[in-house]
């Protein structure tokens, strides 16, 4: 079974940088739609962005667009949220998540990491 691990989440101030990477295992992660997603505290999971299995093209949601960017290393079966100009709104758990055709809602992800917290300081 394929295994999804987040790291990079910490604290950062308001208009600071980080960024998140997802490693996956398995020899299959050049195949994957990735996507990136998060969740606040009595909200719903939220899509952020996705990038194509080639890491041609990439789509992200316009409260992160010009913010944030998805990129992948198929080599290293990683992928990156490289997260800029934080906003206090910006803090959520992150998520990501493969799929096997192009997706952006939850539902359409076959596989979740378990989440790294991001929390931006106002």
């Known amino acids: 079974q394929v295994q999804l691990v987040e790291s990079g989440g910490g604290l950062v101030q308001a208009g600071g940088s980080l960024r998140l990477s997802c490693a996956v295992s398995g020899d299959t992660f050049s195949r994957y739609t990735m996507g990136w997603f998060r969740q606040a505290p009595g909200k719903e999971r939220e899509f952020v962005g996705v990038i194509s299995s080639s890491g041609t093209n990439t789509f992200y949601a316009g409260s992160v667009k010009g913010r944030f960017t998805i990129s992948r290393d198929n080599a290293k079966n990683t992928v990156y949220l490289q997260m800029n100009s934080l906003k206090s709104e910006d803090t959520a758990v992150y998520y990501c998540?493969?799929?096997?055709?192009?997706?952006?809602?939850?539902?359409?992800?076959?596989?979740w990491g378990q989440g790294t917290q991001v929390t931006v300081s106002s």
């Open positions: 998540a493969l799929s096997m055709a192009w997706r952006i809602r939850p539902e359409g992800f076959n596989s």
